[in-house]
């Protein structure tokens, strides 16, 4: 078993991962730092590695525990994967941040399943016994990290397929997938004496299409949809001229979290402008916005025919002798239909010789008076 | 015989039973204070009166549980105390009070549960609000905006910070916001407490019984100077606040020349304008003098001081602008009589110059902010909260001389 320095330093190891871990996910690009405490894991790791195999220098412990008819030990994958860890390691020092985490991912996963494989071969002379021995130790570590690895496998692919394929197809591959997993596990409920080869090769099969899928759709890149809609500003539309694209997210707009809070809802009535602040009842032609606040209003269409609401909220000066007008707007909405806007004015509106207003292009003499504190 | 109980008998032990034990008597008798302002057992209003109505008897039903369930825990301790006597049999369980002690906290709680939804229903309502005001909150500091509200006498937007003012028995709706963190109003003799959050607007309904000063706390942890963000919400009869009104809808006039209020003018162009506005403030050559705050300040606002001595209060709610006798005065006096002692504002007699020069002489040393020229790198060079300005006890002579003009 353990002696007593190897878990000294087995326990100053995890302290050190520990800390590791959690630099890496507060201090922020801070490569010197994990560099440094990564190097102290590892050489703490190595003299319990060290105390563990020479039984803390106690000849006699070592002496019972490596019986001279021990069977031979196979050969170890582990060492490979330690080095190879170490390797990867240095390459991301002077690539990328992710190269390096891969390297102290596969150097820890190595180093650990080496010093548990070397410890329980030397625990008795009965292999099969080591091996359960080991068993107990290490499969609570590797199970759950394999099955999110083998899950990792599954769902990046596939979800590059998806994010591939059109709309349409991407239903139908989702259809087509789900009813194949479906069948299969039906198949394999009813006929439990089905060869294991069968099912391996199966399981096999579809993990390599899915995997073969996902670097094909990792290829072909996102669909024209999701590269566009990526590439719009879905809430704060700069311009107010030509809309965008046919693939503006209106849905986004339509969840609870943004539509529960609107600060005032505007309408367009029959031609005319007017505003309904949440609390009070009667509709009001002033407002009052709070500066430097993401705000957002809830426009409504009940008008006849397209019509877009526009704010207008002041100057900035862009360069000497150069302003800009600041306005935002939402996009032209048929009657019936409504559509969030949500907008930050830095500037109180007492600084502005323009007064701050919504107002709907192409209608004159209606507007909203936007006081800004 | 010997005793069933033991007395420690080191010294160190000693120490500290006496030191729990102090800590605890402490901690009992504090719930006897008279002058505990953020009592939540003490509501002033119909809102906070529906949390009471519900926390008495939930608090009576716990007390009662908690009371039966350690008398419970107490007795089987000291029944089945180690004697050396061997160990019971083990039995697998008692269905029918494992059951009736599933099914009874059940019961407890579900009629709890049911009051509980009633109230929060009721103090969610908005649909009879009478008036509206706009409550944002930055580190560490309160702004109160009060919409066009003509009824209210209200014809052009009130802004102020420190102190809300609300006529009494008026349904008052805050419209909450917050510029950069999560903060969280609470007046606890008006209403329970609600998170305002950055671009979201949540609504919470005050309303005061009678003319008086209420106070209240941020209760989320916002940061540096969370403990010292504090309000207070002032009520006003109805012909009190209508003047109230009136005052804030006028500008800041200019002291006479020659003063050295006209002196600490110039002072406050030079320096404080660039986050507070005053309004009405004109600059040598007779344009607006216009605050900056988005270009100085991380949250983008600072409090306007347009109106700074009708407010007993400054930095936040944290330090008083009337000396203590005038302050205990304004506080102590009968409601009828409240609103005429607020009304009259901070008088140069009542003036606490002892806090505010201390303020305008290095304000980080008061209130702990981020406000170190040189540890701005994180904020793009922007202070959370008010620098040291630097101010010789010249200049501070003389804004404290234009401060005590703005009425």
Known sequence: MFTNGSKYLIGV???????????????????????????????????????????????????????????????????????????VMGVGLITH?????????????????????????????????????????????????????????VVVPFSRIMLAVSKTTGAIVFILVGCIVLVGGIVFALRPNLKKTIVVGLCAAGAVGIVAGGIAGASA????????????????????????????????????????????????????????????????????????????????????????????????????????????????????????????????????????????????????????? | MSKWYSVPTSKTARRLVAAAAGLAGVAFLSGCASNAPQ????????????????????????????????????????????????IPEQSHGKPVLEI?????????????????????????????????????????????????????????????????????????????????????YWIPALNGKRDAVPGRVHTLRLEADEPGIYAGQCTEFCGLSHAAMRMEAVALDRDDFAAWVK??????????????????????????????????????????????PEDNVWSGAAPNLTHLMSRNTFAGASWDLLTKGCRKDVWGSPSQEFGEKYLAGVTEDCLNQNDLRRWLRNAPAMKAMYADPTKLEKSGGKYRGMPNLGLSEDDIDKLVAYLATLK
């Open chain 1, 13 to 87: 190891t995890g302290f050190s991962a520990v800390v590791l871990v959690v630099y890496i996910a507060l201090v922020d690009g801070a490569v010197g730092g994990a560099v440094a405490l990564a190097s102290i894991m590892l050489a703490v790791g190595l003299l319990a590695g060290l105390a563990l195999f020479n039984r803390d220098g106690d000849v006699e412990v070592g002496d019972t525990a490596a019986p001279a008819n021990a069977e031979p030990i196979g050969s170890s994958l582990w060492p490979l994967v330690t080095t190879v860890g170490i390797v």
């Open chain 1, 97 to 153: 941040e992710i190269v390096f985490l891969l390297g102290l991912s596969a150097l820890v996963a190595g180093f650990v399943e080496w010093v548990i494989q070397g410890w329980s071969e030397t625990a008795s002379s009965d292999r099969k016994f080591n091996a359960s021995v080991r068993g107990r130790l290490i499969h609570p570590l590797e199970f759950p990290v394999l099955a999110a690895i083998g899950a990792a496998v």
């Open chain 1, 221 to 373: 890149g996102k669909r024209d949809q999701l590269v566009e809609a990526n590439e719009e500003d879905h809430f704060a539309h700069k311009e107010c001229g030509e809309e965008k694209s046919k693939y503006f997210d209106f849905n986004s707009e339509a969840k609870v979290s943004m539509r529960s809070n609107p600060t005032a809802t505007i309408e367009f009535v029959g031609g005319k402008l007017q505003a309904r602040e949440l609390g009070l009842d009667s509709p009001t032609s002033k407002i009052t916005i709070q500066k430097s606040s993401n705000t957002s209003i809830i426009f409504r269409n009940q008008t006849e025919g397209e019509y877009r609401l526009t704010l207008h909220y002041g100057e900035k000066k862009v360069q000497e002798g150069v302003v800009e007008e600041l306005h935002t707007c939402t996009q032209m909405i048929e009657e019936g239909e409504e559509q969030l806007l949500t907008f930050r004015i830095d500037k109180s509106s007492i600084a502005s010789k323009k007064p701050y207003t919504f107002s709907v292009p192409g209608v004159e003499d209606q507007s909203i008076e936007v006081f800004v504190p």
């Open chain 2, 39 to 86: 009592d939540t057992w003490q509501p002033k209003g119909p809102n906070a009166e529906k949390i009471d109505d519900l926390q008495r008897p939930v608090f009576a039903i716990a007390g009662i549980v908690g009371v039966i369930v350690f008398a419970a825990i107490g007795y089987a301790v000291f029944k089945y105390r180690d004697r050396g006597q061997p």
């Open chain 2, 100 to 184: 009736s002690m599933t099914v009874l906290p059940a019961i407890i709680l579900a009629a709890i549960g049911v009051f509980t939804f009633q109230t929060i229903f009721d103090l969610a309502k908005t649909d009879d609000t009478e008036m509206v005001i706009n409550v944002t909150g930055q580190q560490w500091w309160w702004e109160y905006d009060y919409p066009v509200q003509e009824q209210y006498g209200i014809t052009d937007p009130i802004i102020t910070s420190g102190q809300l003012v609300i006529p009494a028995g008026t349904k008052v709706l805050l419209r909450e916001t917050s510029r950069d963190v999560i903060h969280s």
């Open chain 2, 247 to 292: 005052g804030q809808l006028s500008l800041a006039a200019s002291p006479a020349d020659g003063t050295l209020a006209k002196e600490g003018e110039a002072v406050f162009l030079n320096q404080c304008i660039r986050c507070h506005q005053v309004n009405g403030l004109k600059r040598a050559d007779g344009s607006p003098a216009i605050a900056a």
